[in-house]
């Protein structure tokens, strides 16, 4: 149960693309299509942007996409917008009925 | 809505036990997976436990694997931890997390607002 590798801290100007990538192995992210992103702003609980690795819940804006290549899988934020300014974590599914989540990376809007 | 009310947290000594509960409504309890996610101060989150919908199927992370005993009651509509010989290190706000399948997947798409453990002497 090895927690899932994200790059600390990502950054971009309002407007831009920013994508955060998230790093598994051929044991949870490489093996499974059961990967979701989180945006997480202090002092609040977790939301869900995508599961699935590339769906997005009803009232997530379009903005916000995810994909998968081999065991990397990432999360694009497209216009950004001061408010897409949080913390965000990837999930993957490990097998097992077991769930393994990244480290976190803090999203910074210039 | 969907809504799921946590409780219980508290400031604990070390090598005690505490019992978490969620209250779920707005939605049928029964049909889904829930989990209990942790968030130690200042730093990320980890999944810590899963159950299934009859909970007859439960997993653990490795950390409390043996101390912590998750568990529903579907007629109540309630999740529960049970955490005994509480560490230091299981201090964090303990999130009750609904998947969107019948089994632990990861599909947490709604979270309770957490309660914190303190474990302390």
């Known amino acids: 149960q090895s927690a899932l590798t994200q790059s600390p801290s990502a950054s971009g100007s309002p407007g831009q693309s920013v994508t955060i990538s998230c790093t598994g192995t051929s044991n949870d992210v490489g093996r499974y299509n059961y990967v979701s992103w989180y945006q997480q702003h202090p002092g609040k609980a977790p939301k869900l942007m995508i599961y699935?690795?590339?769906q997005r819940p009803s009232g997530v804006p379009d903005r916000f996409s995810g994909s998968k290549s081999g065991n990397t899988a990432s999360l694009t934020v497209s216009g950004l917008q001061a408010e897409d300014e949080a913390n965000y974590y990837c999930?993957?599914?490990?097998?097992?009925?077991?769930?393994?989540f990244g480290g976190g990376t803090k999203l910074t809007v210039l | 809505e969907v809504q799921l009310l946590d409780s219980g947290g508290g400031l604990v000594q070390p090598g005690e036990s505490l019992r978490l509960s969620c209250a779920a409504s707005?939605?049928?309890?029964?049909?889904?997976?829930m989990n209990w996610v942790r968030q130690a101060p200042g730093k990320g989150l980890e999944w810590v436990s899963g159950?299934?919908?009859?909970?007859?199927?439960?997993n653990y992370a490795d950390s409390v694997k043996g101390r912590f005993t998750i568990s529903r009651d579907n007629s109540k509509d309630t999740l529960y931890l049970h955490m005994n010989s509480l560490r230091a290190d299981d201090t964090a706000i303990y999130y009750c997390v609904k998947d969107q399948r019948t089994s632990s997947r990861g599909n947490f798409d709604y979270w309770g607002q957490g309660t914190l453990v303190t474990v302390s002497s």
């Open positions: 159950i299934n919908t009859s909970g007859g199927g439960t």
């Open positions: 999930s993957s599914y490990a097998g097992s009925n077991n769930v393994v």
């Open positions: 707005g939605f049928t309890f029964s049909s889904y997976a």
């Open positions: 699935e690795v590339t």
